[in-house]
């Protein structure tokens, strides 16, 4: 063992007369303890967040949806054979997608209907998954059910939809109940104005995505069924991809653009979703910034703890010189009283940050209101490389916290310390 390492290690035990600066030593050991361990288990959670996010997005939407300028893509068949032959694309799909309004009752809510091939339904985007009650084979089709009047008694088919949970809550509706669906988009002239086209369906399904924007406005509807609802004829609003490598996306999508041509474009989810994703990137590398602050503050303690030691041990530093000691082997030894502060602070922070993790990864003590949160408890992803980023930042604050105290140290006169004690 080099002695400046050795001396290092005997200037962390405290003599009775030192006892206030190795308490203050344990103070700075602490802080940078507790700095890790907040950073640690803050950027756990905000990955687990993220991803969360990120799979409950993609659960719910495609990885590439292609569209035409034009408005509507004509000959939909042909687009959906030549990009089942695009690289890394695993299924392809015709939608409609349009606005709608839809009542029950008394109850009336804005609503988005999306139309899929019920055949397809499952392959770009895993609706089944999602379903609370009901089936997705029953989209599309015809369902009987009998009304009953002061007169009469009618049966009447109507076409199934699946609606999101939170949009059955707002119209107080459930599986086999009744639906009007209204289109100001498609309106029909008759003698007293324009008349905004209106069709009952019936609900055969409910679905539960965890995402509040989807549950209470999303209808899905078979691809026929909306094709005719809205007057498209053969024609779609697009066709939506699925790839193996959801990471590679954008490229894939520059690449089937190039493959289709003009007039159709594509985006891909992280375009869909840049700004979600870019104010969590950046809600992350703040939280990461501000709370490194506490490291920082621990720092600011080695650097008081460091100036205290190099005046207590003046007569120690004197009498190395005098020995032979270089200035270079006097500064070692503080660094290296200050890397061991850091050091063990940092691993013991790593340590409790990656307990702390998993007790709220296992154990889910902490509740989340659903009403305000998609999620009910605190989503945790542990990622070894976060770890190590944080414990290397913490040693390199520690490090530079040395240096002043350090070179104080190295630049005591021997002469002037023995004259004068």
Same mark, same amino acid.
């Given at each position: ?69 034009? +408005? ?19 299924? *392809? ?16 809510? &804005? ?16 609706? +089944? ?10 989209? &599309? ?22 609606? +999101? ?5 707002? !119209? ?22 324009v008349v905004p086209r209106v069709k ?5 399904? *409910? ?15 078979? !691809?026929? $069924? ?18 193996? $490598? *959801? ?15 003009f007039p159709y474009t594509t985006r ?40 205290? *030691? ?5 007569? $120690? ?38 307990? +702390? ?32 980023i944080v414990g290397v930042a913490s ?27």
């Open positions: 063992m080099r002695y400046e390492l050795f001396l290092s290690l005997r200037y962390l035990r405290a003599r009775r007369r030192e006892v206030f600066i190795s308490l203050i030593t344990m103070i700075s050991m602490i802080g940078v303890m507790i700095g890790v361990m907040t950073l640690n288990i803050v950027l756990a959670v905000m990955t687990g967040f993220e991803e969360d996010l990120r799979d409950r997005i993609l659960g719910f939407n495609p990885h590439v949806v292609i569209s035409s300028l034009q +408005g509507f893509v004509d000959g939909y068949a042909e687009v959906v054979d030549a990009v089942r032959q695009g690289p890394d694309v695993v299924a *392809v799909a015709p939608f409609v997608y349009g606005q709608v309004m839809v009542s029950a009752g008394q109850s009336v809510s &804005g609503s988005l209907v999306r139309g899929v091939d019920p055949s397809l339904a499952s392959a770009v985007v895993d609706i +089944g998954s999602h379903l609370s009650f009901g089936e997705v084979g029953q989209l &599309g089709q015809k369902q009987e059910l009998t009304f009953q009047t002061e007169e009469t008694v009618q049966t009447v088919q109507l076409s199934g939809v699946l609606v +999101g949970h939170e949009l059955a809550r707002q !119209l107080g509706v459930f599986v086999g109940d009744p639906i009007n669906i209204i289109s100001p988009l498609s309106a029909t002239p008759g003698p007293l104005g009952r369906f019936v609900i055969v399904g *409910v679905f539960d995505s965890g995402m509040f924007e989807y549950d209470s406005a999303l209808i899905y509807m078979s !691809l026929a $069924d909306a094709q005719q609802f809205f007057t498209l004829g053969e024609q779609v609003t697009g066709v939506e991809v699925k790839i193996r $490598d *959801v990471y590679q996306a954008q490229t894939v999508a520059r690449e089937l653009e190039s493959i289709l041509g891909d989810w992280t375009e869909v979703n840049s700004n979600i994703f870019a104010a969590l990137k950046l809600e992350k590398v703040v939280y990461f910034i501000v709370l490194l602050l506490i490291v920082l503050v621990a720092a600011f303690n080695i650097i008081a703890t460091l100036i205290m *030691v190099v005046m207590e041990k003046r007569k $120690d530093i004197a009498v190395l010189k005098s020995m032979g000691a270089t200035g270079r082997a006097i500064s070692r030894i503080f660094i290296y009283k200050g890397l061991i502060i850091g050091v063990v602070g940092t691993l013991m922070g790593t340590l409790l940050g990656w307990v +702390g993790c998993w007790l709220l990864d296992r154990y889910e003590f902490v509740e989340l209101p659903k009403d305000v949160f998609y999620v009910s408890t605190l989503p945790v992803k542990m990622y070894a490389e976060n770890f190590f040693v390199i604050i520690c490090l530079l916290a040395t240096i002043y105290p350090a070179r104080q140290a190295a630049r005591l006169a021997p002469v002037e310390v023995i004259r004068y004690e």
